[in-house]
């Protein structure tokens, strides 16, 4: 998959940054204004895709391997897996407890700030690296459809 | 009435997956439905003259720690909301199976129409 022209390029190449430094803005964001994990997992994601349709298929594999990818991809399913299992074990709670809003920081004044809200913004990490790994992994799966046709028709 | 517009969105989805002989415009009818009942979901939690469900510091009393009570009268309802974002992205994950099954036809039978497809193969 070629790349296109050198205008393309160079606009993209500044462009990009800017996409991805908006999707973890909305992931870091996600306990105080609306967005999260998903919408912040799926901008990064798009951030990959402008690389893929302006530099070729080709130089995305270079920036971000298959085989990283996939273990970004597993990496953000055990640390969200990480966060649920410490709630059961810190403390007297139950599975995806919020045990650091709970048990260590209940009555200071420290509430919509960037570092509140406990187990939140660990989930919302994890859950950006699942979903931005799976759908780069999944345009780039996509995208080396290559229209041979197999065998003969009958009819 | 807008519940009656959103039945109608659902329809022309239905319309569209039942009657196309094209596979690529069955899939878009596919995803047409789909948006039509996450539209619904959010619509469903809609209050009229209602604000957005968002708490900053100006509403939150510092004694007692309890939410202003004009908050809690003039607030949309968030929980339709935080679901049908975890929806939208479970059709996006389908609408790569859906496009991938068309790909992989398509290499074996030539052509996306559906009355040509007769005998399994490959």
């Known amino acids: ?155 | 009435m807008l519940y009656a517009l959103c039945f109608l969105l659902f329809m022309i989805g239905l319309y569209c997956a039942v009657i196309k002989k094209n596979m690529v415009k069955i899939v878009i009818g596919i995803m047409v439905m789909e948006y039509a009942v996450n539209l619904f979901l959010i619509m469903l939690g809609y209050r009229f003259g209602g604000i957005a469900p968002i708490v900053d510091k100006g509403q939150l009393d510092l004694e007692t720690g309890q939410i202003a009570a004009g908050f809690l009268n003039s607030s949309v309802d968030p929980l339709p909301q935080a679901l049908v974002l975890t929806a939208i992205v479970i059709s996006l994950g389908s609408l790569a199976l859906m496009i991938s099954i068309c790909i992989r036809t398509y290499e074996k039978y030539g052509t996306f129409d559906i009355t040509q497809i007769r005998r399994l193969k490959g």
């Not at chain 1, 799926?42 to 990283?68: D, H, T, W």
């Not at chain 1, 650091?100 to 200071?108: A, E, S």
Request: hydrophobic share 55%; with cysteine; net charge neutral.
């Open chain 1, 1 to 155: 998959m070629k790349g296109m022209t050198i205008i393309v390029k160079t606009i993209s190449s500044w462009v990009k940054v800017l996409i991805f430094l908006f999707g973890i803005y909305i992931i870091l964001f996600g306990h105080l204004t609306p967005g999260g994990g998903f919408a912040g997992g799926v901008i990064l994601a798009s951030s990959y895709v402008l690389l893929m349709l302006a530099f070729g298929r080709e130089f995305a594999e270079e920036n971000l391997s298959l085989p990283v990818a996939s273990k970004l991809d597993c990496v953000g399913a055990l640390l969200f897996a990480a966060v649920a299992l410490c709630g059961l074990l810190y403390g007297a709670g139950s599975f995806f407890w919020n045990f650091i809003h709970q048990k260590y920081l209940v009555g200071t004044d420290y509430e919509f700030n960037l570092l509140s809200a406990g187990t939140i913004p660990l989930s919302n990490i994890a859950i950006g690296l699942k979903v931005a790994a799976s759908l780069f992994l999944v345009v780039f799966a996509l995208s080396m459809f290559r229209p041979e046709i197999s065998g003969n028709k009958e009819d």
